[in-house]
Structure formats: C-alpha cells, structure tokens
C-alpha cells in the first residue's frame, strides 16, 4: 500500500509528520530517504510532536541515534541516521534491533541497510520539486495490509 503526500511548507511537513504518528505504534519501524534537506528530520519532528515524546529532535546525523521518552506513557521514539554508516555491521553495532521491539524506530537514510530489522516497516521517500516535498509512503509487511496511513484526522 502507497499514499503519496506534497509539503509545501516545513509545517505541512511536520503536521504529515503528526498525522503518521496517529497510526505508529511501538514496535514500528520508519525508513526515510531523500536528499539533504528533504525534510526528513522535520517529517520526525512531527512524528514525535504527535507520539508526545521529549524533545528536541534534532538530526542525529553526528551521534547516529538518539532516543526520546514519551512524555505521556506512549512508545519511546528511536531516531536515528544512517548517513555516515559504512554498512549493515555498523548499523548491528547501534542494537536498533532492540528498539524496533519497543519503540517507534525512524532511521534517515536507512534504505538498503535496516530493512533486515523487521519485515513490517514503511519506505518513506521525500523528494523535492521546486519547493515542493512530494512524500511517498509505502507499507511492507502484514503491519501494514490494509492501514490507512496518514488519514486525515
């Protein structure tokens, strides 16, 4: 299942953000891609304004993975960047496998590295055009048949 989204502005994209957040639970896993400055952060800005987790999020890109509590006894948000990862054995050395379990796991630039952490996962893909995010959100996996992802709400 894919729905395609558009951003014009960082706050559409972080309400995109709150209304995937509506469908998350603990245990979900996210994987970003998109060119620098695609809004991928911004996108798990909103994501963890709608878990209700501690802030703030921040790119992870120099400390690989941060980890932010919920504020109201929700999942915890696992945020990570793959960007300067060298590998599959790099991204083992982080234990996200751990936290996909009992957190909602977003990893930015995670395609073809994490997708081994579990089957049920979404491919989130941001791409600009002009000044305009187009955001595709794909579901993999059982988790996902049939969800209606980023309903209006």
């Not at 060298?86 to 995670?110: F, K, N, P, Q």
């Amino acid at each position: 299942m894919t729905r395609e989204f558009t951003a014009a502005t960082a706050e559409e994209m972080t309400q995109l953000g709150r209304r995937l957040a509506a469908d998350l639970r603990a245990g979900d896993l996210l994987l970003l891609t998109g060119p620098l400055g695609a809004g991928k952060t911004t996108l798990t800005q909103g994501i963890g304004a709608g878990l209700g987790v501690r802030g703030p999020i921040t790119s992870p890109t120099f400390v690989i993975a941060r980890s932010h509590p919920s504020l109201h006894g929700g999942p915890p948000l696992v945020h990570a960047d793959a960007y300067r990862l060298g590998g599959v054995a790099e991204l083992d050395d982080l234990d996200l496998d751990a936290a996909v379990d009992s957190a909602v796991t977003v990893v930015e630039w995670g395609e073809g590295l994490a997708e081994e952490l579990t089957e049920d996962r979404l491919h989130i893909r941001i791409s600009r055009e002009d000044d305009v995010r187009r955001v595709s959100v794909t579901g993999h996996g059982a988790r996902w048949t049939g969800m209606p992802l980023a309903a209006e709400g």
